[in-house]
């Protein structure tokens, strides 16, 4: 189990790189549960801390850490901002059509082809 601390830089950290510039954290109470919560000052997306989440809950969530800001566009130096697609490796929609139906050919159809 990380410590609170731990949680919370790393919550943001995240919503930093997305642009977010948190608040302070501050300690909700709801449903017998203990949640840190901090809002962006631009935007007001929230994340939420939680060291001991209940089974299957997570520590860290939000939308600060799932969403760029809205408002801002505050952007960390290290992120990658190249607009072109890096290869990750995997094959194309196009590799994937021949791969399931054989190759362009005129009795399975032919990629891209929506022409009647």
């Given at each position: 189990m990380a410590s609170l601390k731990t949680l919370m830089v790393s919550a943001e950290e995240s919503a930093e790189f997305r642009?977010?510039?948190l608040g302070e954290f501050e300690r909700v109470e709801t449903a017998g549960r203990i949640i840190y919560r901090a809002a962006c000052r631009d935007c007001g997306?929230?994340?939420?801390?939680?060291q001991t989440p209940p089974a299957n809950g997570i520590e860290i969530g939000g939308a600060a850490v799932a969403l760029t800001c809205t408002v801002t566009t505050r952007i960390t130096p290290d992120r990658?901002?190249?607009?072109?697609?890096?290869?990750?490796?995997?094959?194309?929609e196009y590799e994937e059509?021949?791969?399931?139906f054989g190759g362009d050919v005129e009795e399975y159809g032919t990629f891209g082809d929506y022409d009647d």
């Open positions: 642009g977010h510039d997306a929230e994340v939420d801390v939680e990658d901002l190249d607009d072109e697609p890096e290869d990750d490796g995997q094959p194309s059509w021949q791969d399931l």
